[in-house]
């Protein structure tokens, strides 16, 4: 659904722009480049506006603030990495990469479950991906349905890879999630541990997933949307119900420059090992290579 959704998206906006060409070749070329270029300039727009907002947000949060030169880099970093994952990536490549789970997966590696977030779907993870099965180690790639449902909804998807991965593997296997993504994990735990099953994961590590909601989410519509608001409801319900310790099974990796969850802080997970990175938006946390690498050299340690 959301392959197809985000195709017809970049449909609208090419045939918004044939549109043009059309009203404004070449009687008016002036009117015609305004029009492109006004186009092409929504996004990079949308992903300031964002970064000026977070800015204004975590001037009260404990996390480091991020200098000019950081949110400068940072707008950067996003308009690029969003339009490798909304122009390609997620739209046509989804399935590129397939689920790695044969008998030439090599052996003694604990699988790597990937969660995407928000308005997503497994292609976000297209580097990542490409890493694993080049270094054949065990992995399954969500693509979660409904896109826009509860997030209690996609537990099931979350139970049916673990079972896979464990099965394919012999060994509890370590979650990587983004954004939404570290949510739909704690959603499934809980209903895992009050259906009174034992532990089935080995590691949780979280990407700028809304852990405590994020500012940005008011302005959101949709089931899952609403859930993500600071202090919503579900939110307070979800973490009333984890016991305590079950933040230690869970790294966090958050950013004083991500523009989508802020304030900076509510990433992060009281009693879980938070990781700051600092200058990295939102997107990018998944497409930045020096984060991946840090993220698999964690997962490597837990052969």
Do not use: K
Not at 143 to 155: K, T, V, Y
Not at 243 to 257: H, I, K, L, T, V
């Amino acid at each position: 659904m959301m392959a197809r959704l985000q195709r017809m998206m970049l449909g609208s906006g090419l045939l918004l722009m044939a549109g043009a060409a059309w009203l404004w070749w070449p009687q008016s070329p002036g009117w015609l480049a305004a029009a492109v270029l006004g186009l092409l300039a929504l996004n990079p727009l949308a992903l300031g506006l964002e970064l000026l907002i977070m800015a204004l947000v975590n001037r009260r949060d404990p996390a480091p603030r991020a200098s000019g030169r950081q949110r400068l880099r940072a707008w950067v970093m996003e308009v690029q990495a969003s339009s490798r994952v909304f122009g390609l990536w997620q739209p046509f490549r989804a399935d590129a990469f397939g689920d790695q789970l044969h008998p030439g997966c090599l052996v003694g590696q604990r699988g790597v479950l990937l969660i995407h977030g928000y308005f997503c779907n497994r292609g976000v993870w297209t580097p990542w991906m490409r890493h694993l099965t080049e270094s054949g180690r065990p992995f399954v790639a969500l693509s979660l349905e409904p896109a826009f449902g509860s997030i209690d909804e996609l537990a099931g998807q979350v139970d049916h890879a673990v079972t896979a991965l464990t099965e394919a593997t012999g060994r509890a296997p370590v979650v990587v999630a983004h954004s939404m993504g570290g949510l739909v994990v704690r959603a499934w735990w809980r209903h895992s541990a009050a259906r009174g099953d034992a532990p089935r994961v080995h590691h949780v590590i979280t990407l700028g997933s809304p852990h405590q909601g994020t500012w940005l989410a008011r302005w959101a519509h949709t089931t899952n949307g609403r859930q993500m608001r600071l202090a919503s409801p579900w939110l307070q319900t979800l973490a009333a119900e984890e016991p305590a310790e079950r933040a230690q099974a869970f790294s966090c990796f958050y950013s004083n420059c991500d523009n989508v969850v802020f304030p900076a802080h509510t990433a992060t997970l009281p009693g879980a090992r938070n990781h700051l990175v600092a200058g990295i938006p939102h997107v990018a946390l998944v497409t930045d290579p020096g984060v991946r690498q840090q993220v698999m050299a964690l997962i490597e340690t837990m052969d």
